[in-house]
């Protein structure tokens, strides 16, 4: 968190929450800290918000994004006057600071934020405090989202629109690709008009979204019923379960509007208990990440001993987590496990988003199955045949995933039926990670 008071100018602190919730770690901090405007985030990559001193003036910045050309960047920073990067994440620069540094090569705020949005290579939404005020900017084609709440007293900015909700604010505008906006406690002025060109990234409402968060108009937990509705109305084996299951808890939703198109009852055979973790992705580590996913679930013996079992899930991308519920379910009696997710077969890595920590497109099963079937120097074509759900080989992969992860059965949602779940301009989505379309 960083804040800005009049008199005593910015402040900031930092707090590692990996391990422990926000609320614990920044309750003393609440207090401390003097101001009348402020920003915030959780970032699961690097240390933000940074504050910096330049000739733009004092301000401090956070980002949500990814720079793929990071070398490139810092190579021309070093040669354009900037003599050293302060903020070290894992052994690399950190973002955040490569943006203010590139913002910081202009003679003013919104010709920097422009500048540096053109430079980077994969995507940069900004939020920026200054002693004036918030300075917002979404990512250049709107890839994550930007909105503006409203009450009687002020004004904030926010990532996801039902972080204010509770704090009295109502929803005012939601920035379009490329918008820059200059917000105060008694309003906000346009910087720069939004550029017609969209890619929202799709994955959030799958997944990253909380399900009372808005994009676009469309609501998160909407489309995920949307998402079963549409998975129960091509699977011709629904009958054979006992029960519907969402794996909590962004298949659960999915799973409702499942359970409510096929009539198959919807029941919770485990509850997640997260009184420490409240999500697995969070340790940095693979392995860890599994035994605390596995840690969560509590069965409830009842409603899986003898049972045919259809289990939704929001995606699969390596697999692992799946794997290991699926054998809990079966070390706890279940007959079968059906296995639904409620979007496509992930292929391509995200160029785009921070939102996945693989390392490498080979983390993703599909991909591994993939390079063992055609060697390591598949082409994007070919690529392209294995998403196309009405291939050959898109059949054999599913077939060879649930054969190597031990499900009963396997089906995905259809990438149209994915698109025909958010009631929004297809061609503003970003649906790369499915069909490695730009």
Request: overall charge neutral.
């Amino acid at each position: 968190m960083a804040v800005y008071d009049k008199k005593t100018g910015f402040n900031r602190a930092i707090h590692n929450i990996e391990n422990s919730p926000f609320r614990t770690k920044f309750e003393r901090d609440a207090d401390e800290l003097q101001g009348h405007m402020g920003i915030g985030c959780i970032s699961d990559n690097e240390p933000q918000p940074l504050l910096v001193r330049s000739h733009l003036g004092n301000f401090s910045i956070t980002t949500v994004g990814k720079i793929n050309n990071m070398d490139s960047l810092v190579e021309l920073s070093f040669r354009n006057g900037c003599t050293h990067f302060l903020e070290q994440s894992g052994g690399s620069v950190n973002p955040t600071e490569m943006v203010a540094s590139l913002i910081n090569q202009k003679a003013s705020m919104v010709e920097g934020i422009q500048y540096a949005q053109d430079l980077i290579e994969g995507s940069m939404t900004i939020l920026i405090l200054t002693p004036s005020g918030l300075v917002a900017a979404r990512d250049k084609v709107g890839r994550t989202p930007l909105v503006i709440g409203k009450k009687e007293d002020g004004y904030c900015v926010s990532f996801e629109s039902h972080a204010y909700i509770n704090l009295g604010y109502e929803t005012e505008k939601e920035l379009g690709p490329g918008e820059i906006v200059q917000v105060t406690p008694d309003g906000y002025e346009v910087l720069k008009d939004p550029q017609e060109k969209m890619r929202i990234c799709s994955f959030l409402w799958v997944y990253y979204g909380y399900p009372t968060s808005t994009y676009q108009g469309v609501n998160v937990e909407e489309m995920r019923y949307q998402c079963g509705k549409r998975l129960a109305i091509r699977d011709q084996e629904a009958a054979r379960a006992d029960l519907a299951a969402g794996v909590p808890d962004s298949g659960t939703a999915a799973a409702i509007g499942y359970a409510n198109q096929s009539g198959v009852p919807v029941m919770r055979p485990f509850i997640k208990y997260t009184p420490t973790w409240p999500r697995s992705f969070m340790p940095a580590h693979q392995s860890q990440r599994n035994l605390i996913a596995r840690m969560k679930l509590i069965p409830v013996h009842g409603l899986i001993k003898g049972k045919s079992l259809l289990m939704i899930d929001d995606s699969i991308v390596r697999g692992t987590q799946l794997r290991e519920t699926t054998e809990f379910l079966y070390n706890n009696g279940a007959r079968e496990v059906h296995i639904r997710p409620a979007c496509p077969p992930l292929i391509f890595g995200c160029k785009y988003l921070n939102f996945s920590r693989s390392k490498s497109e080979m983390d993703l099963i599909t991909r591994r199955i993939i390079a063992k079937r055609e060697g390591s120097r598949v082409d994007e074509e070919r690529l392209a045949d294995y998403a196309d759900p009405d291939s050959a080989n898109y059949r054999e992969l599913l077939e060879e995933i649930r054969s190597e992860l031990n499900f009963t059965s396997l089906k995905y949602l259809r990438l149209d039926d994915l698109k025909a779940s958010i009631p929004f301009d297809p061609c503003k989505l970003c649906t790369y990670c499915w069909d490695g379309k730009e």
